[in-house]
């Protein structure tokens, strides 16, 4: 079987999801080592021209949180119109501390933070398709006008949004490589091995951090 290598050019973008204050430790939702991502994204994305940030980024009362929903408790998961729906603790509320993007990334040449989840009633794990698997965050087209035809993902969570993130765009038609160093997962009841096996049924690639600085 042959490996394929990651060769990055003006094609190419890395995408960071997710790096905010609720998800990494002591947050709303703190994902298991989240701050570890940190230092790996500080690292590659300078190997990289175009860079995309995106930004979970709630109304306050948003229905995927339990507290939206009484008599439900957090990790519940509930059906909503579109589908399943697993409950969470109030997190990236829009404007708050905990939605911020941690000050620890540097990404000065970052040239789009794209906002997903703005929507009161439908989720958006993705930052190409909202959970309803209809409504677009119009970031297939912003990467298209780019004429990005290759991503790299990184962030938090690798069983959340970067695993939906990385299916949409493999199902788009975009070469899709996750750097697994460069994420965590949260790892609900066997959360992380399915959307490693959802990922990799949808053709994402795999590679690590030191490989793309081909210094290992
Ligand atoms: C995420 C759960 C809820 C994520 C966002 O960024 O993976 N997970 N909202
Ligand atoms: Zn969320």
């Given at each position: 079987m042959g490996q394929r290598t990651l060769e990055i050019d003006k094609s190419t973008a890395l995408l960071v999801v997710d790096v905010q204050n609720d998800f990494l430790p002591h947050g709303a939702l703190a994902v298991p080592r989240g701050d570890e991502v940190i230092p790996v994204i500080n690292r590659v994305a300078p190997l990289f021209q175009h860079v995309v940030i995106t930004q979970d980024w709630h109304p306050a009362g948003h229905l995927s949180f339990s507290s939206s929903h009484p008599g439900c408790e957090d990790y519940q998961q509930i059906n909503m119109p579109y589908g399943p729906q697993c409950l969470w603790p109030d997190h990236c509320v829009q404007g708050s501390e905990g939605a911020?993007?941690?000050?620890?990334?540097?990404?000065?040449?970052?040239?789009?933070?794209?906002?997903?989840?703005?929507?009161?009633?439908?989720?958006?794990?993705?930052?190409?398709?909202?959970?309803?698997?209809?409504?677009?965050?119009?970031?297939?087209?912003?990467?298209?006008?780019?004429?990005?035809?290759?991503?790299?993902?990184?962030?938090?969570?690798?069983?959340?949004?970067?695993?939906?993130?990385?299916?949409?765009?493999?199902?788009?038609?975009?070469?899709?490589?996750?750097?697994?160093?460069?994420?965590?997962?949260?790892?609900?009841?066997?959360?992380?091995?399915?959307?490693?096996?959802?990922?990799?049924?949808?053709?994402?690639?795999?590679?690590?951090?030191?490989?793309?600085?081909?210094?290992?």
């Open positions: 911020e993007l941690s000050d620890a990334l540097t990404l000065p040449h970052a040239r789009l933070i794209l906002r997903k989840g703005i929507h009161q009633a439908i989720d958006s794990y993705s930052a190409f398709l909202e959970a309803d698997r209809s409504t677009s965050t119009g970031l297939l087209a912003w990467l298209q006008a780019q004429g990005i035809k290759q991503v790299v993902i990184t962030g938090l969570a690798t069983d959340f949004c970067v695993a939906w993130t990385a299916i949409d765009a493999a199902e788009s038609g975009l070469m899709t490589w996750v750097i697994e160093d460069a994420c965590r997962a949260i790892d609900i009841e066997g959360s992380l091995h399915r959307a490693k096996a959802a990922m990799q049924d949808a053709g994402v690639s795999f590679l690590t951090s030191c490989q793309l600085h081909q210094r290992c």
